[in-house]
C-alpha cells in the first residue's frame, strides 16, 4: 500500500530536550515537505527536499532542521524545542515528474502532535 | 510571497444540499491542489487540478488560471463531507515552495 507514515503520531516533551519526528514513503517521490498545522493560519511549510541531499527553508523554518540522506526518508529535527513549536506537523511527498515536468500531487502523513511544555 | 485566500471561511449545510468553496491566489501558480482535512486531522487529497475541470462522484472542481482562482463544487452533501478544505498552490520558480490557503470550515448536518 502506497502511504506516508510518520513517528511518533503524538509527542509530548519538555523546552529544550531535542526530538525528532520520522517520516518515511514508500512511493519512490523525489519531493517530501514538512508543514506545520495551527489554529487560525492554516498549513505552513517549514522545510522541502527536491531529493536525496537537497534540501530547501519553506515559509517557518527557524528552530528546524531536517535531512535526507536516503531517498524514502525525511526526519524533522528539533535541536531545542519550545513551546511555540507545540503543533500539529505533517509530511508529505509527491513525485516530481508529470505531463509537464514539473507537476505533482502531495500524498500526506497522519500527521504528529506535539505539545512542548 | 503569494497570498491564498478561501471562502466562505465556515459553512453550514443541510444535508442533501450543495454548495461551492473558493480558492484567490494573487499570483500565476505553477500547480492547484484541494484536499480535505476529516474530523481526526487527515488530510485526504481531492483533486490535482492546475487548469480545467475534473469530476470525481458527488464533487468536482474548476481552475481557471488566467484569472487566479479554483472552485470546488459538493453536491447532495452528506454529514461525511464536513471537516476543513483547503487548497494549496505550488509558487511560481518550479522550486516546489507550496503555500497553503486558511480553508473552508463545513459542517452538514442531518
Known amino acids: 500500500e502506497a502511504q506516508v507514515t510518520q513517528n511518533p503520531r503524538y509527542l509530548i516533551t519538555v523546552t529544550g530536550k531535542k526530538l525528532t519526528v520520522t517520516c518515511s514513503q514508500n512511493m519512490n517521490h523525489e519531493y517530501m515537505s514538512w508543514y506545520r498545522q495551527d489554529p487560525g493560519l492554516g498549513l505552513r511549510q517549514i522545510y522541502y527536499s527536491m531529493n536525496v541531499e537537497v534540501t530547501d527553508k519553506g515559509d517557518v523554518p527557524e528552530g528546524y532542521k531536517v535531512s535526507r540522506k536516503e531517498k524514502r526518508n525525511f526526519p524533522l529535527i528539533l535541536e531545542s524545542p519550545s513551546p511555540n513549536q507545540t503543533s500539529l506537523y505533517f509530511c508529505?511527498?509527491?513525485?516530481?515528474?508529470?505531463?509537464?515536468?514539473?507537476?505533482?500531487?502531495?500524498?500526506f502523513g497522519p500527521g504528529t502532535r506535539l505539545t512542548v511544555t | 510571497g503569494i497570498q491564498v485566500e478561501q471562502s466562505p471561511p465556515d459553512l453550514i449545510l443541510q444535508e442533501g444540499a450543495n454548495s461551492t468553496l473558493r480558492c484567490n491566489f494573487s499570483d500565476s501558480v505553477n500547480n492547484l491542489q484541494w484536499f480535505h482535512q476529516n474530523p481526526w486531522g487527515q488530510l485526504i487529497n481531492l483533486f490535482y487540478?492546475?487548469?480545467g475541470t475534473k469530476q470525481n462522484g458527488r464533487l468536482s472542481a474548476t481552475t481557471v488560471a488566467t484569472e487566479r482562482y479554483s472552485l470546488l463544487y459538493i453536491s447532495s452533501s452528506q454529514t461525511t463531507d464536513s471537516g476543513v478544505y483547503f487548497c494549496a498552490v505550488e509558487q511560481p520558480g518550479g522550486y516546489q515552495k507550496v503555500t497553503f490557503g486558511t480553508g473552508t470550515k463545513l459542517q452538514v448536518i442531518p
Open positions: 508529505a511527498s509527491s513525485s516530481l515528474t508529470g505531463t509537464s515536468g514539473n507537476s505533482y500531487e502531495q500524498y
Open positions: 487540478i492546475p487548469s
